[in-house]
């Protein structure tokens, strides 16, 4: 594998969604008040970065920028992209959409208090926007935004969808879709650039998907989390089954993190889509 070549020949987004750990799928615990190390988390994350000078997109859960707007506004300044994680952190297909609405834009509201700078972007709490669900893609393109991450090309129960693109596309005038990458597996899409799929996947396997992909012309993009960062893993009481999808080979996001930024050139996504004419400023 060239490494070089993947770096010269295109520029992938890296993206960071930034949450409590108690936010996540298995436990939607939105009352607590304290955000626990997510500052030092992020920061680290921005530390990283900075060691090879890439931009990124922090997609940021508007509970956790009311609790900690100072980091919020650190990101910003470092030049890094604030887009919308929402503001509860709630799955997309359990809201009605007036509440999808409201929830995004509230979180909206509140990064662009802090930073000044209006959100273009939008990523759902684990992927919750399915394809059929044109009324919220309707909602965020209402809101102004300018493109979203949210729809794994997967179907919500296996990881059978072929028919969706796996590049970023529009999905509706103005609004652009940017999915998350996948590889062919036994005829079904596989994710590998973030999450469990990421943690538990060589970094080999993932650098080479990576390049593939480039090689075709496309951009992909890469997805961590702010808590895979925190060296104290809370509720190790949990079930052997929640703690391997929350927690499972949480040590390797660092090593992954650097390799692939070693490897391949990353930017934010608004400057992946404005560089490929897809939104502009
Ligand atoms: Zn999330």
Redesign the pocket.
């Known amino acids: 594998m060239s490494e070089r070549g993947g770096k010269k020949n295109m520029c992938n987004a890296m993206t960071v969604?930034v949450?409590a750990w108690f936010?996540?799928v298995l436990f939607e615990r939105n009352q607590r008040a304290h955000v626990g190390n997510l500052v030092q988390n992020v920061t680290e994350i921005m530390l990283i970065l900075d060691e090879f000078g890439v931009k990124a997109t922090f997609f940021v859960s508007g509970v956790v920028a009311e609790r900690a707007p100072e980091i919020v506004a650190q990101i910003s300044s470092r030049g890094h992209e604030i887009a919308s994680?929402g503001y509860r952190?709630a799955l997309v297909y359990k809201m009605s959409p007036q509440e999808f609405a409201d929830d995004v834009g509230r979180s909206m509201d509140i990064l662009k208090g802090i930073t000044g700078v209006r959100v273009m972007g939008y990523r759902a709490?684990?992927w919750s926007i399915f394809r059929n669900m044109d009324w919220a893609i309707s909602a965020l393109k209402g809101l102004g935004l300018k493109y979203d991450s949210s729809i794994y090309p997967v179907s919500r129960n296996i990881f059978k969808c072929p028919a969706l693109p796996t590049a970023p596309y529009l999905i509706t005038d103005g609004l652009v879709e940017f999915p998350p990458p996948v590889f062919k597996c036994l005829g079904y899409n596989m994710p590998f650039a973030g999450g469990t799929f990421l943690r538990f996947f060589p970094e080999e396997l993932i650098s080479r998907k990576f390049l593939e992909i480039n090689a075709l012309g496309q951009p992909a993009l890469a997805y961590f989390?702010s808590w895979e960062f925190d060296d104290i893993l809370p509720e190790a009481g949990m079930s052997y089954w929640k703690r391997w999808v929350q927690y499972g080979n949480v040590r390797s996001v660092r090593v992954k993190l650097r390799a692939m930024l070693n490897k391949f050139k990353f930017t934010s996504m608004r400057a992946v889509l404005q560089e490929a004419r897809l939104i502009v400023a």
Request: glycine share 0%; charged share 20%; net charge negative.
């Open positions: 969604d949450e936010q996540t994680h952190h709490p684990t989390h």
